[in-house]
């Protein structure tokens, strides 16, 4: 028998936080550590980390308790939804997770049923309607609360992408009296077919992936560190596969793992790709020569540099070098991050901030260039008019030329020209060398 513990997770950005009380539904209550909690989690992670969740996060429950169905090739695959998960992040970004749990002998019950519910912008009413009430309702109700302007359709509940995430552990179990389980004798195949949520096959055909894909796959993505288990992190899963694993260890594995690690994983992602994808679009609109000027002098800060100060604030409040102080954690979170690709995000913002701020500095300098360009025209304007005035009190202009206008105008015309030939022969110099 395998018994599955899968979490279905979602993401959008908000324009308000709540609280239970404020929410359409009374069922949502908060969920806060308790000291002798916090206490062991800090023997185990970073004091800044366990409380980012404690002081900059929001977290919600709302019990389901719903034994579903779902439809699929003439058969009826049963799967009970536990609980629903509301993650209020800083910075705007809320996450939800949705609990499901199953008990199966066959892999392919499991893999239907989670490829089916995650695939949120193919939902059909006949198939979906029951999961959709029971569980993604809910949460588009505190979505309709949070955001000013929310869409009607059930898949802004996932702001970018088409699909719920996966977070998955598979744990096989053999019980007595219970059915006999298929044998699965190729480990790393299975792992990336429940990686993938595609087809379970007992060996080698036409459904699974070239040799070369999945050796690639697995040397990339795979924990492998004790023999009883071992887990694979993709883009948009991550799964655990394991072989009698005590109840103990998997309540560490959704607790620690998925509620700490894996969630602040998927808010970083979510952040950076959204702050990543407003920058782009910032960059690309014209601002005016005012708009510029009045952002170099303070008076008005650009929606480019309000980006980057926020950035800097998740950077400073969000990001950790390190997390926990014994080394699972630590392989369990690169693991997850490489998947999530997000180095790759910061490496891409950190080019945009980079070529923002060479952009910046550049109008900056033609700025400045350009001011003092003015002021050395109106001290050269000054000093042509000094040197005139000195002029006309030594030979004055009336008794020569007869004018002193006309003076002023001959003796300002020839420090001009003699200013433009200096000019031209320096830059001539320039040039040849």
């Known amino acids: ?80 939804v536990d ?101 699965y004798e190729n480990k790393d195949l299975l792992l990336y077919q429940l990686g993938s949520v595609a087809r379970v096959t007992t060996g080698i055909d036409d459904y699974s992936p070239s040799d070369a894909y999945l050796q690639k796959v697995l040397e990339e993505s795979r924990i492998s560190i004790f023999l009883n288990w071992q887990a694979l992190a993709l883009m948009d899963t991550f799964t655990i596969l394991a072989t009698n694993a005590p109840a103990w260890l998997v309540e560490n594995w959704t607790e620690c793992y998925f509620r700490l690690i894996y969630i602040h994983s998927l808010f970083s992602k979510c952040y950076l790709f959204r702050l990543n994808k407003q920058l782009r679009g910032v960059m690309t609109v014209h601002r005016s020569a005012l708009a510029r000027f009045l952002a170099a002098i303070g008076t008005k800060e650009s929606e480019i540099y309000l980006l980057i100060r926020e950035f800097k604030l998740f950077d400073q409040q969000c990001r950790f070098h390190k997390i926990s102080y014994n080394f699972m954690p630590l392989e369990i979170v690169s693991a997850i991050d490489r998947g999530l690709c997000i180095s790759e995000e910061l490496e891409q913002l950190d080019k945009v901030i980079e070529r923002e701020k060479q952009r910046r500095d550049e109008a900056n300098d033609k700025m400045v260039n350009t001011l003092l360009f003015v002021l050395s025209t109106l001290t050269l304007g000054s000093a042509i008019w000094d040197f005139s005035c000195l002029l006309d009190q030594m030979f004055p202009y009336a008794d020569y030329l007869g004018s002193s206008i006309l003076g002023y105008r001959t003796v300002a015309l020839l420090v001009l020209l003699a200013l433009a030939f200096v000019l031209s022969r320096l830059f001539r110099k320039d040039v040849e060398e």
């Open 83 to 183: 609980e629903l998960m509301m993650y209020q992040m800083p910075l705007g970004m809320t996450l939800f997770s949705i609990r499901i749990s199953m008990h199966v002998a066959d892999l392919n019950e499991v893999t239907a049923v989670l490829s089916s519910l995650r695939m949120i912008d193919y939902y059909r009413d006949e198939i979906h309607q029951p999961f959709i009430d029971a569980a993604l309702m809910p949460v588009k109700k505190v979505y309709d609360t949070i955001v000013d302007h929310p869409e009607k359709a059930i898949s802004a509940l996932v702001e970018n992408g088409n699909k719920l995430r996966l977070f998955q552990v598979v744990n096989e179990k053999p019980m007595e009296g219970e059915p006999q389980v298929a044998e």
């Open 1 to 80: 028998m395998y018994e599955l513990t899968a979490f279905l997770c979602g993401h959008f950005h908000r324009d308000k936080d709540v609280t239970p009380g404020q929410l359409p539904q009374e069922q949502w209550e908060c969920v806060a550590l308790d000291d002798a909690k916090t206490l062991m989690l800090k023997r185990m992670f970073y004091v800044e980390f366990v409380d980012f969740f404690s002081d900059r996060c929001t977290i919600m429950k709302r019990a389901v308790g719903a034994d579903l169905q779902l439809p699929f090739r003439d058969n009826l695959y049963g799967y009970h």
